[in-house]
């Protein structure tokens, strides 16, 4: 009995009395409801507890008897309960339990003559029962526990991606540690089935001082978000984790203040990407521009004016989502493609019918990248507090619309699409269908789908993907998984090729064709194109079709 308590608990203990009473042994509530029940017949064959299986037990239905006699117990606070009906007997003790919560019920329903001493039997049994039941019900509160606290970490990292600083820290003050700023992020991934045991080694790792969320949309990986003013043992967390636990592995961000949360999660994301390919499973993001830094003012104003039907929409029904949680649909959809369901805990239906209604009110074909890179620097550059933002808006009426190439034309942009693509030109491949540039430039005018991309260069899927993963170590970035690099690389290809049409005096239209503008673009067409194919057509086409 005992050992079965040890290694078992409560669900063992009662498939053995059930066996000894070759009949339906359970624990209910006072009201009569079943908490946990199992029939066993001598033979050692039964059911679920659900009602009579075991054939000494056939057309009775001895869970609602047991209940019904439960309700009866309790009314008459009796120590213990027998009751015969027709050829069984039901047997009815409480179990101990603490003074401040209610103690659920032994029962057993079996068949007359009862085995030789079953009574006492239960009497002894009730001592381990209880003993398993507390303790299995301090586990599931403890299990909720974790899960609540899980979520609300998963609530603040949310809300730091999203710029709502103020409400993450309101948040985070029920929660420890505190929020850190500046902060480093990492990414780490975790081996299947382990990430809990990553955790708690992390945890011990940093002393405590890391936020550690469960991703929602990678059941592999963790987040970290660490003080950025860490001493130097804190500072190799990445690499210590990496050495604790085989085929671990991590990628880190640069320090980022803490509203820049999701800059730092972009960049410990790609930096992921690399690490895949390095001995010592670690590796950290390299210093490089931002193009909603580059930008400037001209690209604030260029950004407030394309989003503008998105952040100043108005409902029409108060259940129906709002500018802030389209925008917030529109930034996570970007990020994780179709994987946004997870991040947004909505249906895929839903988010195809807000993706479509976002691609109206834009004028935007949300299945192009052109036009998901564009969205993408206009969030990003929204994001990025700038003083010359607030300079722009007064001059807003005495200047023509801006549009996305005008952005690419700046000096800025242009040393920034030259330094982003510079590592392809340092690879040293010549200029054929295995180049580098040739490999991401199709894909890219494939709409980052692989089995086109595959087409245009004569090799087959897997061919592809391998290029593209090679692609992942010359760049340092991640392409086949989102969040993915493909947004700034193919902004960084039209700002190049824009220099090199405006350089030889050509018309600018460039190699992507259409450019997104200020106000106006797609149209109709753009609209249709980003419903139930843009949700899971362009999220699962870009990003999970290119996996």
């Known amino acids: 009995m005992y050992r079965l308590a040890r290694s078992g608990g409560a669900r063992e203990l009662l498939h053995w009395v059930s066996g000894r009473a070759a009949g339906w042994a ?5 009201d009569g409801t079943v908490l946990h029940g199992v029939t066993r017949g001598a033979d050692g064959t039964g059911g679920d507890g659900t009602g009579g299986d075991a054939s000494a037990l056939a057309g009775v ?49 079996a068949p007359r003559p009862l085995p030789d001493g079953l009574a006492v039997l239960l009497s002894d049994v009730a001592m381990p029962l209880a003993m398993c039941w507390a303790a299995e019900t301090v586990e599931r509160k403890r299990l909720r526990v974790d899960l609540a606290e899980s979520r609300s970490r998963e609530a603040v990292l949310h809300l730091l991606m999203t710029g709502q600083l103020s409400i993450a820290h309101q ?20 081996p299947s089935g382990r990430r809990d045991e990553v955790a708690r080694i992390c945890e011990e790792l940093s002393g405590g001082r890391s936020w550690i969320v469960r991703c929602p949309v990678y059941a592999r990986h963790l987040i970290l978000v660490v003080p950025a003013d860490a001493d130097a043992a804190e500072q190799r967390l990445g690499l210590r984790a990496a050495e604790v636990v085989p085929e671990c592995v991590v990628g880190v961000s640069e320090n980022v203040p803490l509203p820049d949360t ?30 909603a830094v580059a930008a400037g003012a001209d690209g604030a104003r260029w950004a407030d004016e394309l989003l503008h039907p998105l952040l100043t929409y108005l409902p029409r029904r108060s259940q129906d989502p709002g500018s802030q949680e389209l925008a917030a649909t529109l930034a996570s959809w970007l990020a994780f493609a179709s994987h946004a369901t997870l991040h947004l805990k909505i249906h895929r239906n839903t988010l195809a019918a807000r993706l479509r209604l976002i691609g109206e ?24 507090p700038a003083g010359a933002r607030s300079t722009h808006r007064e001059e807003q009426g005495a200047r023509p619309p801006f549009g996305l190439d005008d952005i690419l034309r700046g000096p800025a942009v242009r040393e920034w699409a030259a330094q982003q693509l510079r590592p392809l030109t340092a690879s040293g491949t010549s200029r054929t269908a295995a180049d580098p540039r040739t490999t991401l430039r199709t894909w890219l005018e494939c709409e980052a789908q692989l089995g086109p991309t595959a087409d245009a260069l004569g090799i087959s899927v897997p061919g592809a993907r391998k290029r593209l993963a090679r692609l992942e170590s010359i760049l340092q ?45 797609a149209g109709a067409d753009g609209a249709d194109g980003a419903g139930a194919d843009g949700a899971d057509g362009a999220g699962a086409d870009g990003a999970d079709g290119a996996r």
């Open 26 to 30: 359970g624990l209910l509530d006072g």
């Open 477 to 521: 970035r991640s392409l086949l998984q989102a969040p993915s690099a493909r947004y700034d690389l193919w902004l960084a290809f039209r700002a190049l090729d824009i220099a090199g049409a405006d350089g030889a005096g050509a018309d600018s239209g460039g190699a992507y064709g259409a450019v997104v503008g200020g106000s106006d673009s």
């Open 61 to 109: 239905d001895a869970a609602a008897l047991a209940g019904e006699y439960a309700k009866d117990l309790s009314r008459l606070e009796a120590h213990s309960f027998a009751f015969d009906r027709g050829p069984h007997t039901a047997l009815l003790f409480p179990l101990d339990g603490p003074p401040d919560a209610a103690a659920p019920i032994l029962a057993v329903v």
């Open 361 to 384: 009110l834009l004028g935007l074909d949300l299945n192009r990248v052109g036009d998901q890179a564009a969205l993408d620097l206009a969030l990003r550059i929204r994001a990025t």
């Open 171 to 190: 948040v985070a003050g029920a929660l420890r540690p505190t929020l850190p700023d500046p902060v480093r992020v990492y990414v780490v991934e975790c």
């Open 262 to 291: 999701a800059t730092g999660y972009r960049q410990a994301f790609h930096a992921l990407a690399v690490a895949r390919g390095l001995p010592e499973r670690h590796a950290r993001f390299g210093s490089a521009p931002d193009p």
